[in-house]
């Protein structure tokens, strides 16, 4: 099972990316886990620097931009 965080403190760019990875996710079948972490301390631990992130098994896999459903089922895939 995949682990999934959107890293951001809620703005709307964070709330799309969370949209956006959902949307990819369920268009994959995906079986995995996908939280939201909003705790500046956690999302700086990552190295992240620009929100919103998205972090895959503990890796970092884009920041400072919401990626197209496509380009995220390419990430996730």
């Known amino acids: ?13 964070c709330e799309e990316l969370m949209k956006q990875t959902q949307a990819a996710v369920d268009e994959l079948g995906l079986d995995c886990h996908l939280e939201k972490v909003t705790d500046i301390m956690t999302i700086t631990s990552y190295g992240v620097m620009i929100t919103p992130a998205l972090v895959v098994d ?3 896999k884009v920041s400072g931009k919401v990626p197209s459903v496509d380009d995220l089922k390419k990430m996730l895939s």
């Open 1 to 13: 099972m995949k682990k999934l965080k959107v890293l951001g403190p809620g703005c709307p760019k």
């Open 58 to 60: 503990g890796q970092v």
